[in-house]
Nanobody, 119 residues
Framework: QVQLAESGGGLVQAGGSLRLSCAASGRTFNLYGMAWYRQAPGKEREFVAGIKWSVGTAYADFAKGRFTISGDGAKRTAALQMNSLKPEDTAMYYC???????WGTGGYWGQGTQVTVSS
């Protein structure tokens, strides 16, 4: 089992910034990356950004140019720097990882951290 601990959500005005952090613990020996997803009320959970440790990163179109994912494979951590936040970024943000993969919806999830952007 893998446990994911997230932190860093909060309330921010439009145009502001937030940084989310995630740390994995437990059986982390076959993790190859981590990702962030988000879910707004009444909407499906969607991919935000992912990091493939020592390989590269991937972003959803809405995140490109505003969000930056970083991480440390040795420490099994990932962070999401979010700039130029918009009210539509308001959602619960979840950290994700998967055994034997970079990330995946069938893998492990954190408890979520709320991000609220006011207009």
């Amino acid at each position: 089992q893998v446990q994911l601990a997230e932190s860093g959500g909060g309330l921010v005005q439009a145009g502001g910034s937030l940084r989310l952090s995630c740390a994995a613990s437990g059986r982390t020996f076959n993790l190859y990356g981590m990702a962030w997803y988000r879910q707004a009320p009444g909407k499906e959970r969607e991919f935000v950004a992912g990091i493939k440790w020592s390989v590269g990163t991937a972003y959803a179109d809405f995140a490109k140019g505003r969000f930056t994912i970083s991480g440390d494979g040795a420490k099994r951590t990932a962070a999401l720097q979010m700039n130029s936040l918009k009210p539509e970024d308001t959602a619960m943000y979840y950290c994700n990882c998967a055994s034997g993969a970079f990330w995946g919806t069938g893998g492990y999830w954190g408890q979520g951290t709320q991000v609220t952007v006011s207009s």
